[in-house]
């Protein structure tokens, strides 16, 4: 099966598949038939039809694109569970590690048959709250980070951070289920690693990359499992090729 709305980016290491999804082309009635009740559910809840459009579109390919990794048939055939923060996983492929994110109308699906992944995407925009959300998230290391970033550039600077840090709390498993003020994304003398230091989730050390898909489109993705080589990050040119 061809999913027409998917396109393969170049993986950010060996094992990892990372596909970018076009959420602005509303998806086929065969593919919406894929979903399960609870996601037709969460789609109707949706106020705005585009939101709706985008989730639907998101998970339709998603479902697709995991039946083809995991080998589980018709799309609609998956089933899925979740741990205690919500992160999703395949109850008859938990071997199959995946993870989801979308902004504006694009997906990130990142698909590792090794260990846990994590992925974020982020559409850059003005933010007028950069600093309270920094206070409220980042570490002292991050923090100046952003206060060395040119004032035009603070925004992206902000951005790339907070992938960084919800793609690794993803690969984790807790999301901000734990205080991100705790891991750290931002050690000058190691760009693609990061580590957490949690009372409940111990010290965990994570490898990640990050980059832009586009001008205007951030990204990181992050694993739990070591790496025997650096992890691979992209152009915007080598991802549209």
Request: some cysteine; overall charge negative; hydrophobic content about 45%.
């Amino acid at each position: 099966m061809t999913v027409t709305s998917a396109q393969r980016l170049p993986d950010p290491w060996d094992g990892c598949a990372l596909w970018r999804i076009d959420l602005g082309v509303a998806p086929a009635p065969a593919d919406l038939a894929s979903l399960d009740a609870q996601e037709r559910a969460r789609a109707a809840r949706f106020v705005f039809e585009d939101d709706r459009r985008r989730y639907q579109a998101a998970h339709a390919a998603m479902r697709a694109l995991l039946a083809q990794a995991a080998g589980l048939g018709a799309p609609s055939a998956l089933r899925f569970v979740h741990n205690p923060f919500g992160k999703p996983a395949l109850a008859d492929a938990p071997g199959c590690h995946f993870s989801l994110s979308h902004s504006g109308d694009a997906a990130l699906l990142a698909i590792d048959a090794s260990a846990p992944v994590g992925v974020d995407v982020e559409v850059e925009r003005a933010m007028d709250d950069i600093d309270a959300m920094a206070q409220a998230h980042f570490t002292d290391a991050e923090r100046d980070l952003l206060l060395n970033a040119a004032r035009d550039a603070r925004a992206g600077a902000f951005l790339r951070t907070w992938t960084r840090k919800e793609a690794c709390l993803k690969a984790i498993g807790t999301g901000l289920g734990v205080d991100p003020r705790r891991l750290e994304t931002a050690r000058a003398d190691a760009p693609g690693e990061a580590w957490l230091d949690d009372g409940t989730q111990g010290a965990r050390h994570l490898h990640l990359c990050s980059g832009r898909l586009a001008p205007d489109l951030l990204y990181s993705v992050a694993s739990t499992r070591p790496l025997r080589t650096a992890a691979r990050a992209f152009a915007p040119a080598e991802a549209f090729a």
